[in-house]
């Protein structure tokens, strides 16, 4: 059974810095596009940043320069470095695993980013 938990999310100062985990189980990170979405209140789901398979990243460009994703092949985890946060960060922020047959989500973390 494929399982993401994120973790890592809270509240903090504009400027400030969070790292986000999400802890995968049930697939091997390193073989999946690996993603972090978040949702704020009242808009759509959007990609924040992705990871292929290959190592390749991508991020969106309101993220570009500030936030930094990551995989840790020997603990299974994908992380999302988040600098110079900025109050419309604020959001769920969600993992994602997308493959041929897969499209896993894990449950999400809060960021709050307080002006």
Known sequence: QVQLVES?????????????????????????AMGWHRQASGTQREL??????????????????????SRDNAKNTVYLQMDSLEPEDTA????????DFLNAWGQG????VSS
Do not use: E, H, P
């Open 109 to 112: 973390t809060r960021v709050t």
């Open 8 to 32: 890592g999310g809270g509240l903090v100062q504009a400027g400030g810095s969070l790292r986000l985990s999400c802890a995968a189980s049930g697939l091997t990170v390193g073989s999946y």
């Open 48 to 69: 924040v940043a992705i990871m292929g398979s290959g190592g390749s990243t991508n991020y969106a460009d309101s993220v570009k320069g500030r936030f930094t994703i």
């Open 92 to 99: 769920v922020y969600y993992c994602n695993a997308r493959g």
